[in-house]
């Protein structure tokens, strides 16, 4: 099962905001979600519109910014939960889940970040020996000071925290410290990938 919208950042940008939303809502029906909440919908709109801001600015910043990948609630098979977006930036999977209600960075947000994050590096085939940065994604708390140690469980990183003001500057921050490589993943092959849940 694909994610709900997938795109390069520069086809994220150039789509109009309300086709980028009804292809969201359509895919929502589809996968049995027929009892579309309103406040679901309100949320869709405002992560779109943060994540739009930040893509201009990563292209505006980086060359190859407009190659990367974006999938817009990604499918974790069997859980019957989604991650909100996944951005394929180079050879590194970002993880993204947006809290669009509340004002601190709460500890179950990291966690289920860092869940799927733990679970593309376990059984996802195109995520295998690549880096994986979870991020926790706030949007009405206040910018903290970035408090990032070591990586840990593999490949997998540290969760970070952010909000809508410092979105941008995290994702920065994450190209400019995990990117090894220039090979972008593809994000069709990634969004097909062989998943197994397995041991």
Known sequence: MPAYY?????????DAFDRVLGIIHL?????????????QSKAWQLQLTILQRSAASL???????????????????RRQKRIDVVLL????????????????????SARQVEDYALDLRDFHEQSRDRTII???VTILAKPTTLDFGLSH???????????????????????????HGSDQIDVDEWDESVYEPVP
């Open 6 to 14: 997938r795109n390069t950042l520069e086809g994220f940008v150039a």
């Open 27 to 39: 895919e929502s029906s589809k996968s049995g979600f027929t009892d579309l909440k309103e406040s």
């Open 59 to 77: 292209m505006s910043r980086y060359q190859d910014a407009s190659k990367w990948g974006l999938l817009f609630e990604y499918p974790i098979p």
């Open 89 to 108: 930036v180079r050879d590194m999977v970002l993880c993204l889940e947006f809290k669009t209600s509340g004002a601190t960075h709460e500890k179950s």
């Open 134 to 136: 979870p991020i926790a």
């Open 153 to 179: 469980a593999g490949r997998v990183q540290q969760v970070i925290s952010a909000c809508e003001v410092d979105l941008t500057e995290r994702l920065i921050w994450c190209v400019e410290h995990f990117s």
